[in-house]
């Protein structure tokens, strides 16, 4: 399953850091595909991403996809951010319940209410991948 990717312009505020095992997850994020790990042993899965399982440290993690829908939990409005954001400004973020049982912290790219569907959509800026949330179709 893939989610809309949105072009941006310019580059991301404060790129994410990346390793050999983050960019599997942020490979897909450039697609609009969302994926974390998922425990071999204990069949649970983690967001983030992790090598070992949050919750019982096995190693047999392996990647699984995410719907990338969910409930809008928590948001908040950003007035006063950090120096790298200060172009964006204000700007939302907030704490999505994923329908996988999840959450995930990112950006609420609109007036999104709490309890409201949302989806999760990659945002393509000029130097790489970065996610948000936005109301979910009605459709969906
Ligand atoms: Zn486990």
Redesign the pocket.
Known sequence: MTNDVQQMTGKRAYPPRKSEFTQVFWDGVAQGRFRTTK??????TSFPPKPI??????D??SWTDLSGHGVLYSATTVHAGPAAFAADLPYRVGIVDLDEGMRVATRILDDTKLDEPVELVALAYEDGPLYGARRAPADK
């Open positions: 425990c071999g042993k204990c069949e649970r399982c949050p919750h019982c440290w096995s047999q993690v």
